[in-house]
């Protein structure tokens, strides 16, 4: 019954395939994975183990296997595992033919389906075809397969697409195509499905009828130069097979490309992938396989030496050997003397940046590097040589200039080679030399020893002292240099001085600091190189509430409909949606996005700790005065969302009603971590630190004095520019925020529309694996993980966007005469209740401004009101106590208020000339008022703070009786 499929619990039920007193070996490996189960299975049918079953079935296991067999008198070989185990069992059926083997699999290698058999012996691995190896039956049962871990299941998925596109590449005959190209259809999809969903019984059924359709492909075909280099390799250095051959995929893939791109291409087609090969390197990469033959500890003569005896190219080795990233616009090609990599067109570019990998990386790392951070733009090239070995020297960076001699020299001949190549076939272009860890210390080398090139990029990279010295005039050229304070293969203080060498010697510098210690490029390191390579937008989204549209590619965004069937550039048409789809048209919100993969994705979140964020207010609202002074510093490494301290607020996310109040305090970037906020928009106030936020719709600056509005539900980090950052965060749980209406204060002043800044145009096309996805619900924090960065946003239309405002560009309306306006004359944005005049949330602003009223008592008068008032302080000179900068402080609702009782005395003791002059108000201050019509519900944390001040209700002190009855 060869490939007939049965459960596990059936198998007893299978009499016709086992002889009529079944003695059964079960041959296994040591793991004995899932041998319990099969015991149970067979009930009281005699059975053996045999569990050193191994990769490659060396000759002394299938000798001592047969012992074993002999020894238990068995008729029956029934095989648990993948092709370790299945390939020891056909070596035994060949041995005895008399016996019947059954074979139940665990993975998806497919071996049980095919008569395909190979032994070990002395080092060489003998392969051949027998139709006495092929099992008699075959159990596939997807509930084996589910605790396989997620590597071995995408190894074994990856070894089983492998037997299609090696037979495709042996040349067969027309009418066998369309069957192998099914095959390659079922096993891309299922990779996809595995995946995503590890355990998930549908996927790991999609995979075990793909690994069938893959077997009998292989089974009915010839082996092609794949399986000549694997079998070489593997036997040679024994080698894991299934991810042997994983490693391998995506170069015989890109071969095949190059030798045959019409069959690539139709293989590209039926895999419903435009680019099989790089989706398969990724795949590998998602779940920790390796992707490089080095990786497995070979090295470039055993690779070169396999590669030229299965009749591969030569530049096949080397890029097997670093695993190179296959993409259909990259080019595997020799420059400057040695391997190399190339993408876009040197004859049309007006950039082109020579990317010199780290220690221990390879040319496709850096050409990622350079085009996540561009994006796919026109007019730019790379190109990437390969350091022999992986490394352009030996030595450290600022290794004795005798230690690092000749290797030094070498590197930099080498690159200079590429240069000279690289103007000779693109002289029309700038040149930039771009490097990571020890390529950008190599590419700063070559800055300093007078390398003709428009700029250099140099994160993780640094002069040292002694090659500061004598540089040459740099003449405007720029240099971008980035490290974290603690990173170990750096100095920190070398980048410091070679910051300052750099100016002293005219080149245009960009020194970006960190906290922590990670060596790695930063999203601020990628904003950087995007501005400095000209890739910046020339136009930027201006407008609250208008409808934008913003395209990194050009034609991103179809121009006839919102969501035809096949979206420009293969991108996937995705809306997000503010306001409920029937709102009248003015205060409907939405916007389409065009992204490279939806942002849909299968993986659960889970609840995550968080001790100082909640957002549900069960406390009834304080009715003192209540003060807190800005919270001290949080631990290292804390970024913006583990930062997030919640004062207090009203209502619950889950009613759609109320508002929350936070703190937000920083010292680190949100590394490969997003956050959404479900429950309303968020409004951000810096108080010190400047912020980039990148969302999905692009990356907006801002710093103290600036506001960030952060729609609900749109993912977004922030990273910082300064050692450390805080501020305050409004959440409003109900209606969005908008711009209030101005009355009779007429067409103009307060916030103008067209001042408010949206995202600048940014995407990346980044593999991430475990980009942490942080979400708020419900007032409840979760997170997930996905593998790919969420910013994939090529071009998006709509008027649902996030902005940024510069409180310096609002116009004040204030009173010319006497008396004061109430402060909601000073709204910058509002978000309404219900009821009319009602809000959840204001932002109130107190720019710098003249104050002319005459025979008014000028300072805030005393008053008492149904709005709760919540006050911040961003800056303010000369502040004398209680106030401080950062802190916040609330008046609740109908609570009696004022001002400081010194203020009173000193503004009632001026006479009446000198308090009737007008006065300007300090241009260095900016305090901003929340305003709500609900009460303000303390948190815990506001409750026990150590920066609760306790005094604040006494400290406004008291005033004298000025009564004075006639």
Known sequence: MPGAPTILSHLRALPAALPARPRVLVLTTPRRRHLDAVRAALGDIPVTVFDQAQVHVPQATVDAAVAALDQAQANTLLTLGGGSATGLGKALKRARPDVRLAAVATTFAGSELTSIFGITDAGEKVTGRDPAARPDVVVHDPALLQSLPPATAVASLANALAHPVSALSTGLPDADVPTALRAVKAAAFALRQVVAAPAAPTALAAGLAAAARCARVLDAHPMGAHHRLAHRLGGTHDLPHASLHAVLLPQTLAHLRETDPALAARIDDEARDPDLAASVHDTLRRVGLPVALKDLDLDLDAVAGAVADAGLPAAFAPAALFGWRPAHDVVRTPVGGGPALRSGDLDQAQTVVVALHGRGAEASSVIGHVRHATGHAPGLAVVAPQADGGAWYRAAYN????????????????????LDEVRAEAPQADIVLYGFSQGACLALRLLADGAAVAGVLAPAGALPPAAQKDLPDLDGRFVLLSLAEGDRWVAHDDVTTTAGALRDAGADVRALSRPGTD?????????????????APATIPHGFGAHHQAEALPGAVPPAQNNPRHAPYGLYAEQISGTGFVAPRDENLRTWLYRIRPAAQPRAYAPLAHPTLCSGFDDVGTINLEAWNRPDEPAPHTDFVDGLITVGGAGHPALRRGYAVHFYRAN??????????????????PDHG?????????????????????????RFTVLLHDPSAGGYVAEVFARHFRLPDRGPVGANGLADERHFTGPARFYEDRLAPGYRLTAKMGGAVYETTQDFSPYDVVGWHGNYVPYVYDLERFVPVSNTRVDHTDPSAFTVVSAALDETGAHALDLVVFPPRWDPTEHTF????????????INGIVRSPGLSAPFEAGMLFVTPSMTPHGVLARTVDSHLARDDDDADRPVRTDDRSLW??????????????????????????????AVPRRFVPS
């Open 668 to 685: 680190a970037d949100m590394t490969d971590r997003a956050f959404t906020n479900a429950d309303g928009d968020l409004l951000i106030v």
């Open 519 to 535: 060596h790695a490029l930063t999203d601020r390191d990628r904003l950087w190189m995007r501005r400095l390579l000209g890739q």
């Open 399 to 418: 290794a004795p200039a005798a230690e690092l001699g000749p290797q030094l020299e070498g590197a930099m001949t080498r690159v200079r080679r590429v």
């Open 858 to 869: 000028r300072p805030p008068y005393f008053h008492r009101n149904v709005t709760t008032e």
């Open 690 to 714: 400047r912020l980039t936020v990148l969302t999905e719709l692009g990356s907006l600056d801002a710093g103290p004095g600036d506001v960030l509005i952060i729609p609900r539900g749109l």
């Open 928 to 957: 901003f008022q929340f305003e709500t019509a609900l009460p303000f519900g303390l948190t815990p944390w506001a409750k026990t703070a150590p920066e609760r001040r306790g005094d604040w209700p006494t400290v406004w002190g």
